[in-house]
């Protein structure tokens, strides 16, 4: 039983292409996440929705944007896919007890994203 | 803002050896601790966790002590393995009821056998 799974596992695309991951988690979180994480390690949020809101780091490119059809998935859209963008993307989720913040994440396996 | 520092790695050991990676933060309130493990080719994984001062993290042998005084959770092993290879990420999740979280760098442990 897999808790929050992605697909695809390995994205290979050309510049300027369109592609989309998907996340869903089977955990009845109300708290979705996109992390993207670079050569180094880095782990930078990227976006965080639940029912009320999505949050948006406000450094992350408007090529990038979160679909949410229901309260178990979070997909992610990336339109003109640059270089940059190569990195492996982690979607999370994590229950928020409104007003409680001690909750952990629970990550994908992420999706490795390889633009030439 | 709130952050996160952790010590750069690589850290490098022979196997059985003690294990300490160090984790400061500065948050406003009260936030709750947490570090993680990524195990190459995977996802990140909550190994331990804090929620107030004082309180002591313990997973698969890790500790981490959860101190204000010092804004401090270092990360502690008494004898690690060749199987503990991965990289540590120390977080916080700050009070208040927000659930947007903040995380270290990340430090790479490598152990030798």
């Known amino acids: 039983d897999t808790a929050v799974s992605q697909t695809p596992k390995y994205l290979v695309t050309q510049m300027g292409n369109d592609k989309s991951i998907k996340c869903e988690q089977n955990l009845g979180h109300d708290t979705m996440y996109w992390y993207k994480q670079d050569s180094k390690k880095f782990l930078k949020i990227m976006f965080s929705?639940?029912?009320?809101?999505?949050?948006i780091n406000e450094t992350v490119p408007n090529r990038f944007s979160p679909k949410s059809p229901d309260k178990a998935h979070l997909n992610l859209h990336i339109n003109s896919l640059e270089l940059g963008d190569s990195a492996v993307y982690f979607c999370?989720?994590?229950?928020?007890?409104?007003?409680?913040?001690?909750?952990?994440?629970?990550f994908g396996p992420g999706t490795r994203l390889t633009v030439l | 803002g709130d952050s996160v520092t952790q010590m750069e790695g690589p850290v490098t050991l022979s196997e059985e050896a003690f294990l300490t990676i160090n984790c400061t933060y500065t948050a406003t309130g009260y936030p709750s601790l947490f570090w993680y493990v990524q195990y190459p080719g995977e996802g990140l994984q909550l190994l331990l966790k804090a929620t107030k001062a004082d309180d002591k993290g313990s997973n698969k042998g890790f500790e981490a002590t959860y101190r204000k005084e010092t804004t401090s959770f270092h990360l502690e092993k008494g004898s690690v393995q060749v199987s503990d290879s991965a990289v540590y990420f120390c977080?916080?999740?700050?009070?208040?009821?927000?659930?947007?979280?903040?995380f270290g760098r990340g430090t790479s442990l490598i152990v030798h056998p």
């Open positions: 977080a916080l999740l700050p009070g208040g009821g927000s659930y947007i979280p903040t």
């Open positions: 999370a989720s994590s229950q928020d007890r409104g007003g409680k913040s001690y909750n952990e994440q629970f």
């Open positions: 929705y639940n029912n009320k809101e999505l949050i």
